[in-house]
């Protein structure tokens, strides 16, 4: 690992004043709950010359809850903090679940929300130091011609990565929005705009952030009369692991008749992938085995394997069929 400086900002203007402006400059980085970023320092994916923590900057974290029983979460409240709220358990099992599922109790500790919707890609390629793929500036993705077990089956190209987050799917379900703090003020984004495919334009990069930009506060609207949320993952390490496929699933029922949806997959994709079309022909059916299958059948419709993650098909399928029948029993 390369020595770095550590600078603890009193204020959100100070730890701006830090972050370099050009796209591409790594020489200052922001650091919260560490989890992702102290394994790229250490495997020298980047080195900066500086870090700027934001747990010096006071009211970043915890949990606010509008009049209108709207959430919002500052970007420092760790995953634990979310799943162990009773309210937001309640509210928004689909987050609360999400948290929950993410890594080991040591992690989920002091990992924090924002920290968990900008990690960097886990592909083997990525990671590994010696491997100049495309998303470190290379020319190539390994993964489409190359080992690919674990890369995405939706979306994808130029390069194969799926999104690792857990709360990044639960979230665009919920239909959160995000304030993010630059030089020029606040801004806001939904959480589904927050995200970027690799074919927008910057390869080199997940999400709309700005290298000056800092990611504040999620918040998430209230949930509508008869809205039902769940998260539901599958990994291959029992004790715990990154997804291999996941699905989040925000329904609004009248009786057993759906009224409004959202379907958002998680690790078959570079960004949480919402499926629109699909949910609009839910509108106005009754929640039932026929409404699961064209569910199921419908998101992964335009699903394009790679030679090793074809697997990703019907264990997403699945996953949606579950997540369906677990709000029907609900």
């Not at 495997?43 to 029983?69: C, F, Q, Y």
């Not at 390629?125 to 089956?153: D, H, P, T, W």
């Not at 039902?228 to 029992?238: H, I, V």
């Not at 925000?250 to 379907?263: E, H, M, P, Q, Y």
């Amino acid at each position: 690992m390369k020595a770095f400086e550590m600078r603890l900002p009193a204020s959100l203007e100070e730890a701006i004043a830090l972050l370099p402006t050009a796209e591409g400059d790594e020489s200052s980085r922001l650091v919260a709950g560490g989890q992702d970023l102290l394994t790229e320092l250490k495997h020298h994916l980047v080195e900066p010359e500086r870090l700027v923590n934001l747990k010096s900057i006071p009211g970043l974290a915890g949990a606010t809850w509008g009049s209108d029983g709207s959430l919002t979460l500052g970007a420092l409240t760790t995953l634990q903090d979310i799943y162990e709220d009773e309210r937001i358990v309640t509210t928004f099992p689909a987050l609360a679940e999400a948290a929950r599922s993410v890594a080991s109790p040591q992690i989920r500790a002091v990992g924090t929300i924002g920290g968990n919707l900008n990690q960097r890609p886990r592909c083997w390629y990525y990671r590994a130091e010696e491997m100049v793929c495309l998303k470190k500036g290379g020319r190539e993705c390994f993964s489409q011609f190359g080992r690919n077990k674990y890369n995405a089956i939706l979306g994808a190209g130029p390069s194969w990565i799926v999104h690792p987050s857990d709360t990044a799917p639960a979230l665009v379900a919920l239909n959160a929005s995000v304030e993010i703090v630059g030089p020029n003020g606040k801004r806001t984004s939904s959480m589904q705009d927050y995200f970027t495919l690799p074919s927008s334009g910057n390869v080199l990069r997940e999400t709309t952030l700005a290298p000056n930009e800092v990611l504040t506060r999620i918040t998430i609207p209230a949930p509508a009369k008869g809205s039902k949320s769940t998260y539901l993952k599958f990994k291959e390490r029992s004790s715990y692991d990154f997804a291999v496929g996941a699905v989040a699933l925000n329904l609004t029922l009248d009786g057993r008749k759906i009224t409004a949806a959202r379907i958002v997959l998680g690790a078959v994709a570079p960004t949480p992938w919402r499926v629109e079309e699909v949910e609009a022909r839910l509108i106005g059916r009754d929640l039932n085995d026929e409404t699961i299958e064209l569910a199921r059948e419908g998101a992964l419709a335009g699903a394009a394997p790679l030679s090793e993650n074809g697997y990703k098909v019907p264990l997403t399928k699945g996953l949606i069929t579950r997540a369906f029948r677990a709000i029907s029993r609900s």
